[in-house]
Each structure stands twice: as C-alpha cells, then as structure tokens.
C-alpha cells in the first residue's frame, strides 16, 4: 500500500526516505514540494532525480480527506465537510478577516467529552484522525482557496478547535504541529497555532515538554460543581489542578498567558456573582479571556447570553484588569460557528441512541 507522505512529519519522512536508501536532504526537498507548493504530483517536483520520482508514484501518495460538501457563509466564513472513512466525515472552517485567515482544524470524528452545551459531542465518538487527516485539512484549505495576491497561502493561523479534544489524539496532534510549525513546510509562528484543550491535565504537561504552541483552555465555569455539569472531564481533573497545569505550561509557552474560553449561558454561568468567582480562581495564572456567545444547536435546552449580560460580565473581568474579548459570531448562518459542529459520526459510544431513548 502506498505511503500518504501527509502522515509524516520531517523526522518520520528522513527516516521513510533512509529506509529507501535516500539522503536526508531529499526528505527536506519533498516536504517542501507538498507543503510549501501543495504539490501532489510527484513528477512536478523538478529538482528530484527522475529515478526518485519513479521510486515515489509507485510506493507513495499525498492524499488529503476528500471535500463532501462546502457552504459559505454571508460573511465568508467557509466551512468543509471531508470524508474520512467507514462513514464518517469531521468539518474543517475558515474565516478570513482582514488581516489574517485562521483555519478551524478537527482532530478527531466526534468527541468523547460530551461538553454539555457542544453540537460535536451529542454525535458520540468514532476515533482519533490520522496525523494526514488533521494536516490535510490544512493543505486542503490553501489549495483550494488559492494563494493571495502577494503569493502567499491565505492560512495564516491554525486553532485546533474543531471537532474532538486535540490532547487525547496526542502523537498525531503533535505531528501536525511539527508540520505548522516547520519552515520547510508551513512556517507558522508558535504564537500563530493554538491548541484548545477542556484540560486533560496529564497531556497538557506533555505538549509544554514537547511542542509549546499558544493554549486556549475550555473553561466555562468558575467552580467544580458547575464545571462538572458542563465539561464532565472535570471530575478527573478538577479546576485546582487545571490551574497549576496552566501555570506550568506558562513557563515554556510562546505566549505569557493563557487564553480562557468561556461560553455564555443564560441564567447558567453569567452573573456577576459567576465573574466575581472566575477572578478568584484565576488570580495566580496569567490570563484573557474569550466570551462566547452561545450557538444553538437541535435539541439544545441551553440559550445565549444577551448583549447586556455578557457586557456586564464583561466589565467584572475587565475592571479587574484581565483582557477580555467577546467572540464574534462567525458563520452561525452555516452551522460553522463555535460549538455546532456535528460532521458525521458512526458512533461507537451509542451515544446518539442513548439520548434517543431519553427523548422518547
């Protein structure tokens, strides 16, 4: 079976071409060929000596997820539905802005979390992604979108937001980014890639030891009974130490604080009494935060924050000192904005038939 050359990072792709009897410098050359050019035909790569070309159509592929559907948004936003397997597709969004393009990446179909107020955790959970499905979400986006006029590629920031909790698909998390990462690949910046985790304490400390990028913590409430309720993972690994976590991996991390994300539930967690506890429990770590305005979803009892909640809210932090911003809503119209995306999932949890059967 051919090799998908999207599966290996510049360390296992020196290592696949030695076992081929190539020199190092010719892995460095190919990565360059897939990632920086977002080639995939091998006989277009012209400085590889035709014998290796030969070599490559016939034991090696570059093969991303492939594009089920696309919907764009009245603002933009475009977001992809990309088959990867055995009846399962994950959604991969961008949202261009001004000046940047930031590329919501999936790292696993379905979540097994089940955050109380997420769209993605109601579809259950099938498996993790392959290290070639989480960066083929990202050579998928710039090829199709096509370079910007000053001839660069339009992905300018990664977040690992999208389906799934990165840290509990660890190896092939990171393998992706080492890709993001590597000049001779996509030569982002660390403070450009962003990891979000709902605090698996354990591989938090792993990524700080191993590949530091800027981390976005799902918090969404200020004590353990209430975080409970809405982030279940937190009864193995409860906000005390989610927060000495935090300080930990401040001590090797691109950027001097962590970001805080806080999604905005009516009468749930958005009183000033709430704010008030968020201060308290943050105190030690240095911090922003990032409101989020609640996005509905079917079968949802939850509902948005209004404008003067969040505001209110809002002001606690900031008067305290913390930045805070609000999200703003992007690509709600297409089902593409924080917390809706469902993709499709064979569910292995039966999660789906579970909550049928309470339904009923």
Same mark, same amino acid.
């Given at each position: 079976?051919?090799?998908?050359?999207?599966?290996?990072?510049?360390?296992?792709?020196?290592?696949?071409?030695?076992?081929?009897?190539?020199?190092?410098?010719?892995?460095?050359?190919?990565?360059?060929?897939?990632?920086?050019?977002?080639?995939?035909?091998?006989?277009?790569?012209?400085?590889?000596?035709?014998?290796?070309?030969?070599?490559?159509?016939?034991?090696?592929?570059?093969?991303?997820?492939?594009?089920?559907?696309?919907?764009?948004?009245?603002?933009?936003?475009?977001?992809?539905?990309?088959?990867?397997?055995?009846?399962?597709?994950?959604?991969?969004?961008?949202?261009?802005?001004?000046?940047?393009?930031?590329?919501?990446?999936?790292?696993?179909?379905?979540?097994?979390?089940?955050?109380?107020?997420?769209?993605?955790?109601?579809?259950?959970?099938?498996?993790?992604?392959?290290?070639?499905?989480?960066?083929?979400?990202?050579?998928?986006?710039?090829?199709?979108?096509?370079?910007?006029?000053?001839?660069?590629?339009?992905?300018?920031?990664?977040?690992?937001?999208?389906?799934?909790?990165?840290?509990?698909?660890?190896?092939?998390?990171?393998?992706?980014?080492?890709?993001?990462?590597?000049?001779?690949?996509? +030569?982002?910046?660390?403070?450009?890639?962003?990891?979000?985790?709902?605090?698996?304490?354990?591989?938090?400390?792993?990524?700080?030891?191993?590949?530091?990028?800027?981390?976005?913590?799902?918090?969404?409430?200020?004590?353990?009974?209430?975080?409970?309720?809405?982030?279940?993972?937190?009864?193995?690994?409860?906000?005390?130490?989610?927060?000495?976590?935090?300080?930990?991996?401040?001590?090797?991390?691109?950027?001097?604080?962590?970001?805080?994300?806080?999604?905005?539930?009516?009468?749930?967690?958005?009183?000033?009494?709430?704010?008030?506890?968020?201060?308290?429990?943050?105190?030690?770590?240095?911090?922003?935060?990032?409101?989020?305005?609640?996005?509905?979803?079917?079968?949802?009892?939850?509902?948005?924050?209004?404008?003067?909640?969040?505001?209110?809210?809002?002001?606690?932090?900031?008067?305290?000192?913390?930045?805070?911003?609000?999200?703003?809503?992007? +690509?709600?119209?297409?089902?593409?904005?924080?917390?809706?995306?469902?993709?499709?999932?064979?569910?292995?949890?039966?999660?789906?038939?579970?909550?049928?059967?309470?339904?009923?």
């Amino acid at each position: 079976m051919a090799e998908n050359l999207l599966n290996f990072d510049a360390q296992r792709l020196t290592e696949w071409f030695a076992e081929m009897g190539e020199k190092p410098f010719r892995a460095r050359q190919v990565l360059r060929w897939v990632h920086k050019s977002g080639e995939a035909d091998f006989d277009a790569m012209s400085d590889l000596a035709l014998l290796l070309r030969g070599k490559l159509k016939l034991q090696a592929c570059v093969q991303a997820p492939k594009v089920v559907r696309e919907e764009v948004s009245a603002d933009g936003t475009r977001k992809w539905l990309l088959d990867v397997g055995t009846g399962n597709a994950v959604e991969t969004v961008f949202i261009p802005e001004i000046d940047r393009g930031t590329l919501c990446v999936s790292t696993q179909a379905g979540c097994a979390l089940d955050c109380a107020f997420c769209s993605t955790g109601k579809q259950g959970f099938n498996r993790n992604l392959s290290t070639a499905e989480i960066i083929g979400q990202l050579w998928w986006a710039n090829r199709e979108i096509g370079r910007n006029a000053d001839g660069n590629w339009p992905v300018t920031n990664v977040v690992m937001m999208g389906m799934g909790e990165p840290l509990l698909n660890f190896d092939n998390t990171v393998s992706a980014l080492h890709l993001m990462l590597d000049d001779n690949a996509y +030569g982002l910046s660390r403070r450009r890639v962003t990891v979000s985790t709902s605090g698996i304490v354990p591989a938090m400390d792993r990524l700080r030891d191993e590949c530091p990028v800027a981390l976005a913590v799902s918090l969404h409430a200020p004590n353990d009974t209430l975080r409970d309720m809405l982030v279940p993972v937190n009864r193995k690994y409860p906000l005390r130490e989610l927060m000495a976590a935090c300080q930990r991996y401040l001590e090797k991390a691109p950027r001097d604080f962590v970001t805080f994300e806080y999604v905005m539930l009516e009468g749930v967690n958005d009183s000033e009494k709430n704010a008030r506890e968020l201060l308290a429990l943050v105190s030690n770590v240095p911090c922003k935060f990032n409101l989020i305005p609640f996005n509905p979803f079917p079968q949802t009892s939850f509902k948005r924050s209004s404008s003067d909640t969040v505001h209110r809210f809002r002001d606690v932090l900031m008067q305290a000192g913390i930045v805070t911003t609000t999200r703003k809503v992007r +690509g709600d119209d297409i089902a593409a904005a924080c917390g809706q995306l469902a993709g499709q999932v064979q569910d292995k949890t039966r999660r789906v038939h579970r909550l049928a059967e309470v339904r009923v």
